[in-house]
């Protein structure tokens, strides 16, 4: 039969059509001259049009009228008269109602008498009863719908639908069929010698073949009987092809991302590992430096930028690509073949063919900074890092298509984003004095003022896994987080300073400052106090510290009794320090109120390994994720989860409440807050952050006495007074700082008792030696009020006893000078690996003015002498005379 669309188009570009004028398309042809097509006989048709990956009604439907004569099927009216209509596309797929998604696929095909068993792949019946709606009535349904597929030809595989019936019942289907191309395809790509290089000369366009058959006698057909088709005698009434013209659409370039291939190193499953992949990720770099990090993977690509190149340029177009860093410096593998727009340290622009692209992008070398701008003003990544305050670093690669396909020629454009740390490196304390020399009095109390300590990453609050399995996550190292150490040493006087606030005293000239903490407060500090005493546990601790094996330790830790300083030294049970009577100093109480105990260790003794092993003994002991507090007997019970290490307290072993939602109070698990403020109504020291279920106990609680129905209580934590036993809820936190196991009690260096901390201050006796620490604005403080005494009678004009020069380098003439040494340490902060403390020490001169000391005279009061009577003043022996005194002797300092 004749197309009788209003469309017409040629075959060799179906995308140009032409609209027929007029009510009657008959006869319409298309404008201008149609042109052969690869080879093809020019063809002037009708022409439909679909969109690229999407189903799309076709619009066709039949003219058919009773009786009709020439172009228009005859149709005799009789209800046993009907039609076989068979559909069919070479690169799409057809679907009526939505049944296409449903088809169960068979591929028994060989059915006796079909014609097209030979071809046929596969096939799909489906019940006509089953369509929806009206569509599936008895009166209204066809007598059978059915998918085809068929084996490849021409390096095309087709698929067809038939549909039976009389016309009342085919018509309404055949006007609702849509089309869908098959992934990506559309018209230019089907004639592309590129994207379909066997089949674009042998079926160079999308064509919808329309065929028609009806019966010559009469006979209803059983709706899915193949067989009764076949077996009836059917004549073919017609046929037709209908081009579907495919709009193209641009379909974005795909970036592949290295994350999408990278797997991490077998030993990230370990949690306690300390590889720099498995806490920073698959690329880092480290603050401050040049270190060229090659970052692989990249690759783009883009399924339908060559649609419209010939075969003789299958790369006739380019793409628009920019790789840009944010902070640091990004370079490209290659710049062969690239139209760059930009290029500097940040990043590069340019436009290139795929291939010449890819090369160029395969592998991007990024650096924190170049190394003619390292260390320079000129850089903008001084001390940047990405681990603290929210900073981040990434490398981004946006590619466009440029609009080359695509009906509307508008580009797509992809970008990806790749994750850099760059690691948090310690930059080291600088001590800096604005005199060269300090001129003090002898045996007057003078200012050192000059002397100031800047350190531009000790205040960074570093989030870092390594950094916290390391040495920030431990307990002990707590009170040192963000903390500057001063230590001032003199040679012939001692330092006193005037401002004390903030500070801890770790040690003065003869004694070293520990204490014994708890984590949080409620914490039974009772539970490891004995292990000041307990050497064995001590001795074992200290060598699995040194990676002894167990059993083998060759020093032997002591007591505390043993390395301590004593109180009562010169007194009758302790007269020369030696004896068991006497007594360690202790100050605080396991049960007082904040529960802190202070050693003093005689800094004479031993008294490093003891330091050492009481430690990392404490911050072994007891270990909970959050270092949640154990309470006194006989409630010591917590609702920590317990741990070994960091992997016991991940978010897939401990998944983490979420404030507000799920976290609750510990002290009464029944109210859901936010944070801790909303729980210390019910408690001192109860924590927002703990979930029903696990091992441990929340409130409210009640007395194990009365049981569960007893009264109830959320009062638990009360050092130093004894509570009765009590019972409660199943819980567990899961809280902020649950990610870390961390003991609840900790041993650490430094005390800030005022009593001892005044060792050092103006009305003390001071210290030649003294080291302390705090917040680095309090310790410039104590050094701006640094003051320096002399030992007595000390000035400049002093001269060591013969014994004690050098004979080579003993100058008589030379002043003597008191040495003043400073050295700063920072603990480590902040850095983003394992601990790195640095230092810095400074030595300068203090010229001490003599002072002109009156002379003394050295003569008894009074003598009694007689008249006349000679009185020798002199020593005994020098003459006989009976009558004499004392030497008379006058004497200058």
Same mark, same amino acid.
């Given at each position: 039969?004749?197309?009788?669309?209003?469309?017409?188009?040629?075959?060799?570009?179906?995308?140009?059509? =032409?609209?027929?004028?007029?009510?009657?398309?008959?006869?319409?042809?298309?404008?201008?001259?149609?042109?052969?097509?690869?080879?093809?006989?020019?063809?002037?048709?009708?022409?439909?049009?679909?969109?690229?990956?999407?189903?799309?009604?076709?619009?066709?439907?039949?003219?058919? /009228?009773?009786?009709?004569?020439?172009?228009?099927?005859? &149709?005799?009216?009789?209800?046993?008269?009907?039609?076989?209509?068979?559909?069919?596309?070479?690169?799409?797929?057809?679907?009526?109602?939505?049944?296409?998604?449903?088809?169960?696929?068979?591929?028994?095909?060989?059915?006796?008498?079909?014609?097209?068993?030979?071809?046929?792949?596969?096939?799909?019946?489906?019940?006509?009863?089953?369509?929806?709606?009206?569509?599936?009535?008895?009166?209204?349904?066809?007598?059978?719908?059915?998918?085809?597929?068929? &084996?490849?030809?021409?390096?095309?595989?087709?698929?067809?639908?038939?549909?039976?019936?009389?016309?009342?019942?085919?018509?309404?289907?055949?006007?609702?069929?849509?089309?869908?191309?098959?992934?990506?395809?559309?018209?230019?790509?089907?004639?592309?010698?590129?994207?379909? *290089?066997?089949?674009?000369?042998?079926?160079?366009?999308?064509?919808?073949?329309?065929?028609?058959?009806? =019966?010559?006698?009469?006979?209803?057909?059983?709706?899915?009987?193949?067989?009764?088709?076949?077996?009836?005698?059917?004549?073919?009434?017609?046929?037709?092809?209908?081009?579907?013209?495919?709009?193209?659409?641009?379909?974005?370039?795909?970036?592949?991302?290295?994350?999408?291939?990278?797997?991490?190193?077998?030993?990230?499953?370990?949690?306690?590992?300390?590889?720099?992949?498995?806490?920073?990720?698959?690329?880092?770099?480290?603050?401050?430096?040049?270190?060229?990090?090659?970052?692989?993977?990249?690759?783009?690509?883009? %399924?339908?930028?060559?649609?419209?190149?010939?075969?003789?340029?299958?790369?006739? %177009?380019?793409?628009?690509?920019?790789?840009? /860093?944010?902070?640091?410096?990004?370079?490209?593998?290659?710049?062969?073949?690239?139209?760059?727009?930009?290029?500097?340290?940040?990043?590069?622009?340019?436009?290139?063919?795929?291939?010449?692209?890819?090369?160029? %992008?395969?592998?991007? =070398?990024?650096?924190?900074?170049?190394?003619?701008?390292?260390?320079?003003?000129?850089?903008?990544?001084?001390?940047?890092?990405?681990?603290?305050?929210?900073?981040?670093?990434?490398?981004?690669?946006?590619?466009?298509?440029?609009?080359?396909?695509?009906?509307?020629?508008?580009?797509?454009?992809?970008?990806?984003?790749?994750?850099?740390?760059?690691?948090?490196? +310690?930059?080291?304390?600088?001590?800096?004095?604005?005199?060269?020399?300090?001129?003090?009095?002898?045996?007057?109390?003078?200012?050192?003022?000059?002397?100031?300590?800047?350190?531009?990453?000790?205040?960074? +609050?570093?989030?870092?896994?390594?950094?916290?399995?390391?040495?920030?996550?431990?307990?002990?190292?707590?009170?040192?987080?963000?903390?500057?150490?001063?230590?001032?040493?003199?040679?012939?006087?001692?330092?006193?300073?005037?401002?004390?606030?903030?500070?801890?005293?770790?040690?003065?000239?003869?004694?070293?400052?520990?204490?014994?903490?708890?984590?949080?407060?409620?914490?039974?500090?009772?539970?490891?106090?004995?292990?000041?005493?307990?050497?064995?546990?001590?001795?074992?601790?200290?060598?699995?510290?040194?990676? %002894?094996?167990?059993?083998?330790?060759?020093?032997?830790?002591?007591?505390?009794?043993?390395?301590?300083?004593?109180?009562?030294?010169?007194?009758?049970?302790?007269?020369?320090?030696?004896?068991?009577?006497?007594?360690?100093?202790?100050?605080?109480?396991?049960?007082?109120?904040?529960?802190?105990?202070?050693?003093?260790?005689?800094?004479?003794?031993?008294?490093?390994?003891?330091?050492?092993?009481?430690?990392?003994?404490?911050?072994?002991?007891?270990?909970?994720?959050?270092?949640?507090?154990?309470?006194?007997?006989?409630?010591?019970?917590?609702?920590?989860?317990?741990?070994?290490?960091?992997?016991?307290?991940?978010?897939?072993?401990?998944?983490?409440?979420?404030?507000?939602?799920?976290?609750?109070?510990?002290?009464?698990?029944?109210?859901?807050?936010?944070?801790?403020?909303?729980?210390?109504?019910?408690?001192?020291?109860?924590?927002?952050?703990?979930?029903?279920?696990?091992?441990?106990?929340?409130?409210?609680?009640?007395?194990?006495?009365?049981?569960?129905?007893?009264?109830?209580?959320?009062?638990?934590?009360?050092?130093?007074?004894?509570?009765?036993?009590?019972?409660?809820? *199943?819980?567990?936190?899961?809280?902020?700082?649950?990610?870390?196991?961390?003991?609840?009690?900790?041993?650490?260096?430094?005390?800030?008792?005022?009593?001892?901390?005044?060792?050092?201050?103006?009305?003390?006796?001071?210290?030649?030696?003294?080291?302390?620490?705090?917040?680095?604005?309090?310790?410039?403080?104590?050094?701006?009020?640094?003051?320096?005494?002399?030992?007595?009678?000390?000035?400049?004009?002093?001269?060591? *006893?013969?014994?004690?020069?050098?004979?080579?380098?003993? +100058?008589?003439?030379?002043?003597?000078?008191?040495?003043?040494?400073?050295?700063? +340490?920072? =603990?480590?902060?902040?850095?983003?690996?394992?601990?790195? *403390?640095?230092?810095?020490?400074?030595?300068?001169?203090?010229?001490?003015?003599?002072?002109?000391?009156?002379?003394?005279?050295?003569?008894?009061?009074?003598?009694?002498?007689?008249?006349?009577?000679?009185?020798?003043?002199?020593?005994?022996?020098?003459?006989?005379?009976?009558?004499?005194?004392?030497?008379?002797?006058?004497?200058?300092?």
């Amino acid at each position: 039969t004749e197309g009788k669309g209003q469309l017409k188009a040629c075959s060799h570009d179906s995308s140009v059509y =032409f609209e027929c004028p007029g009510v009657d398309p008959a006869g319409c042809q298309c404008f201008g001259t149609c042109l052969p097509n690869v080879g093809f006989a020019a063809e002037c048709l009708d022409v439909v049009f679909a969109l690229e990956d999407t189903w799309w009604y076709l619009g066709v439907f039949i003219n058919h /009228a009773p009786g009709a004569a020439g172009n228009n099927l005859p &149709f005799i009216g009789y209800p046993s008269h009907h039609l076989i209509f068979k559909l069919t596309v070479n690169y799409g797929e057809l679907d009526i109602l939505d049944t296409l998604r449903h088809c169960l696929w068979m591929d028994d095909h060989k059915v006796v008498g079909d014609p097209e068993a030979s071809t046929l792949d596969m096939y799909c019946n489906v019940v006509p009863s089953s369509l929806p709606g009206d569509f599936g009535k008895s009166e209204n349904h066809p007598y059978h719908l059915r998918y085809k597929r068929y &084996f490849e030809t021409d390096f095309v595989k087709r698929l067809s639908v038939e549909i039976s019936g009389n016309f009342e019942r085919v018509d309404p289907l055949i006007k609702i069929v849509k089309y869908k191309a098959i992934f990506n395809e559309n018209s230019n790509r089907i004639k592309s010698p590129i994207y379909n *290089p066997l089949s674009y000369n042998k079926v160079p366009n999308e064509k919808l073949f329309i065929e028609v058959s009806t =019966f010559v006698d009469g006979g209803i057909v059983p709706s899915t009987d193949r067989r009764g088709l076949l077996e009836n005698p059917w004549r073919a009434v017609g046929n037709l092809s209908i081009l579907i013209h495919v709009h193209d659409q641009n379909d974005p370039p795909e970036i592949v991302a290295p994350a999408d291939v990278y797997n991490p190193p077998p030993e990230c499953a370990q949690a306690d590992s300390e590889l720099p992949e498995c806490n920073f990720g698959q690329y880092f770099s480290y603050e401050g430096t040049d270190t060229l990090v090659p970052i692989t993977g990249v690759r783009i690509s883009d %399924v339908d930028i060559h649609e419209t190149c010939p075969a003789i340029t299958p790369e006739c %177009v380019r793409m628009d690509i920019a790789v840009r /860093a944010f902070k640091g410096s990004i370079g490209l593998n290659t710049r062969s073949n690239l139209n760059l727009y930009f290029d500097g340290r940040a990043g590069s622009g340019f436009t290139a063919r795929i291939t010449d692209l890819n090369s160029a %992008v395969q592998v991007l =070398f990024y650096s924190v900074e170049n190394s003619n701008l390292l260390g320079t003003s000129a850089s903008t990544v001084i001390s940047y890092n990405t681990q603290h305050s929210g900073n981040q670093e990434f490398v981004t690669v946006v590619a466009s298509d440029q609009g080359f396909t695509g009906r509307a020629r508008t580009a797509t454009v992809t970008s990806i984003r790749i994750d850099l740390v760059i690691v948090a490196v +310690n930059e080291g304390p600088i001590v800096s004095s604005s005199v060269t020399e300090f001129t003090p009095t002898e045996d007057i109390l003078g200012s050192l003022r000059g002397l100031k300590i800047a350190d531009v990453d000790l205040q960074e +609050n570093i989030e870092s896994s390594l950094a916290d399995r390391n040495w920030m996550g431990k307990a002990s190292n707590s009170p040192y987080i963000n903390q500057m150490r001063v230590q001032v040493s003199l040679s012939f006087g001692v330092l006193k300073l005037g401002y004390t606030r903030n500070l801890l005293l770790i040690f003065t000239s003869t004694t070293m400052y520990m204490t014994i903490s708890p984590l949080r407060f409620g914490h039974d500090v009772c539970r490891v106090s004995e292990s000041i005493e307990d050497v064995d546990a001590l001795t074992a601790q200290y060598a699995t510290m040194k990676g %002894v094996p167990d059993g083998q330790a060759k020093t032997a830790v002591g007591s505390y009794q043993s390395i301590c300083s004593y109180d009562n030294v010169g007194g009758a049970t302790c007269p020369t320090g030696t004896e068991p009577g006497c007594n360690c100093y202790v100050d605080g109480s396991c049960r007082s109120l904040n529960g802190k105990i202070v050693l003093h260790l005689d800094r004479s003794r031993p008294i490093l390994p003891f330091r050492d092993a009481i430690t990392g003994l404490l911050d072994s002991t007891d270990k909970t994720c959050a270092g949640l507090p154990i309470y006194p007997i006989p409630n010591n019970f917590t609702v920590g989860k317990k741990c070994v290490n960091d992997g016991d307290c991940g978010d897939s072993v401990l998944p983490k409440c979420i404030p507000g939602v799920t976290c609750a109070c510990c002290a009464n698990i029944s109210f859901v807050c936010s944070d801790n403020s909303e729980c210390s109504a019910f408690d001192s020291g109860s924590l927002c952050g703990c979930v029903k279920g696990g091992d441990g106990i929340c409130g409210p609680y009640f007395r194990m006495s009365e049981g569960p129905r007893g009264t109830l209580t959320t009062d638990l934590i009360n050092p130093g007074k004894r509570q009765p036993a009590y019972g409660g809820n *199943p819980c567990t936190y899961a809280g902020e700082g649950s990610g870390l196991c961390k003991s609840p009690a900790f041993a650490a260096e430094g005390t800030n008792l005022a009593k001892i901390v005044d060792l050092v201050g103006l009305a003390s006796l001071g210290s030649s030696d003294a080291q302390f620490f705090g917040p680095i604005v309090d310790v410039n403080r104590a050094l701006e009020s640094l003051s320096y005494l002399s030992n007595l009678d000390y000035n400049r004009f002093y001269r060591p *006893p013969l014994a004690l020069r050098n004979p080579f380098t003993f +100058n008589i003439e030379l002043d003597s000078l008191d040495t003043l040494v400073l050295e700063a +340490n920072d =603990f480590g902060n902040s850095g983003g690996g394992p601990r790195d *403390p640095r230092s810095m020490k400074v030595e300068l001169p203090i010229r001490v003015l003599a002072v002109n000391d009156r002379p003394t005279p050295e003569c008894p009061a009074k003598v009694m002498a007689f008249e006349d009577v000679p009185f020798h003043f002199g020593p005994p022996g020098a003459d006989p005379h009976p009558l004499r005194g004392p030497v008379l002797r006058i004497s200058d300092p």
